[in-house]
């Protein structure tokens, strides 16, 4: 990491629909400061092409690998298991474990319910022998998460809701067990007043940024993709409602990340 070691703490630099202008997006990072980008997991063939990244942009790339709850709901039983096997001897050489957790919205969750809920179980585990800290995507599941973390317990080195959006309720809940959250593109929406008042209230040592590009970009992006540079929007609108400077979200928001991972 360089000068500023501002972090975008969870987006898909690999994701296919990147692929071919992944140099140039790191590059607008590194020009706005943005130096470490730390990735979410998807799946097997995910993790490989965050490893092929890596090796091509050394000290930019956080490996996090995972099985995401859309992968699960789109993967038979047998093949999750087997992901899960090939998932554990990779995890010394990520930062985290992750995206695991569970999403219940009805056009995915298929028959997907009861597999999801095994997954998150079995990562919860391995993230404890491990000792990584866990990136969790929660949607449309908020008692049920908490009930397996209650009854799994959260890892000794804890980890981050990512793309937290959500009321202040349900943030204490997550904060309450010694979790993270993480705020990215949805926050910038001027409507979202029920994440405002989260940003409002919480405590800072406990906020990571996000942009989990491709994924949910702010409104001046319109609907292209979203790329790490988009990290400022996400900054200047927590420094508007927290009344302070972007640079110091940013500064604030990197440090709490680099506590969280033992960097
Ligand atoms: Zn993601």
Not at 10 to 26: G, K, T
Not at 94 to 110: C, I, N, Q, S, Y
Not at 180 to 189: D, E, K, R, T
Not at 201 to 213: H, R, V
Request: charged content about 20%; hydrophobic content about 40%.
């Amino acid at each position: 990491m360089t000068k500023n070691q501002w972090i975008d703490a969870h987006c898909h630099l690999a994701d296919l629909r990147l692929q071919s202008q992944v140099a140039e997006i790191i590059g607008r990072a590194t020009e706005a400061g943005i130096d470490f980008m730390m990735q979410g997991g998807v799946g097997p063939e995910d993790w490989q092409r965050q490893i092929e990244l890596a090796r091509l942009y050394p000290g930019k790339l956080g490996l996090c690998f995972g099985l995401h709850p859309y992968w699960v709901a789109d993967h038979n039983e047998q093949t999750c298991e087997e992901a899960l096997d090939a998932l554990a001897p990779l995890l010394p050489q990520a930062l985290g474990l992750g995206e695991t957790g569970l999403d219940f919205r009805p056009h995915l969750v298929k028959d997907s319910r009861e597999r999801q809920l095994g997954i998150f179980e079995a990562q919860l585990e391995l993230a404890e022998a491990s000792q990584k800290p866990v990136v969790l995507h929660i949607v449309q599941a908020h008692e049920e998460a908490l009930r397996v973390l209650d009854v799994w317990g959260v890892p000794q080195a804890k980890g981050f809701v990512h793309s937290f959006n959500g009321s202040w309720r349900k943030a204490q809940d997550f904060l309450s067990r010694g979790l993270y959250l993480s705020v990215g593109g949805p926050v910038v929406w001027p409507q979202n007043e029920k994440l405002h008042q989260v940003i409002f209230e919480m405590p800072l040592e406990f906020l990571l940024i996000e942009t989990d590009s491709p994924d949910q970009p702010p409104p001046r992006l319109k609907q292209s993709l979203n790329e790490p540079a988009s990290l400022w929007d996400v900054a200047a609108k927590i420094a508007d409602i927290r009344k302070m400077e972007a640079s110091m979200v940013l500064g604030q928001t990197s440090h709490n990340f680099k506590r969280l991972f033992r960097l």
